[in-house]
């Protein structure tokens, strides 16, 4: 094997996962909800107008611009991401906020140390990879099952680097 293979080799990633967070609500989902608040709002509206009380279909109106700004923010703030990759001579990190720029960390896998907090009722609160000189927290939009599954594969791939 010549010094170039093995070199390649040894960079090659083993571990690599993307982190996104969970929507339990997808566009279909979206778009029925807010036709059928729409048309809720229409078909109460109109009772009302009917009845002269007006003002009411303004304010049943406003109530359904807010729901659409939420979901619009929230579906807006569901597009960071964090991608975490390990080989033995690495362990990159790449998070993508919601507004797109993206910051990028480096580490050697020797060095780093995966820091996890823990509550007693709640599991996991906080997780990190920690080196000398800098500290980067991973996961924090994560729920607590998928915290739990992320550490023990990453914590499972750091060892695993660490003795290759």
Known sequence: MSE???AYT???PFFHALLKPYRSLGRTGFL???GAMTFGWIVTGIFFIAHGAWPV???????VLG????????Y???????????SRTSLDILKVAASGRSESYHFNPFWARFSVKRHAEIGITD???VSREKSVPIGSFLNPDDRESFAKAFT???ATAKKR
């Open 4 to 6: 170039t293979n093995a």
């Open 10 to 12: 040894a960079d090659e």
């Open 32 to 34: 029925v909800l807010m």
């Open 57 to 63: 279909f303004g304010f049943f109106g406003l109530d």
């Open 67 to 74: 729901l659409y700004i939420a979901f619009r923010l929230n």
């Open 76 to 86: 807006r703030a569901a597009r960071v991401s964090e991608e975490v990759i390990v």
């Open 127 to 129: 997780m990190a990879v």
């Open 156 to 158: 499972l791939a750091l």
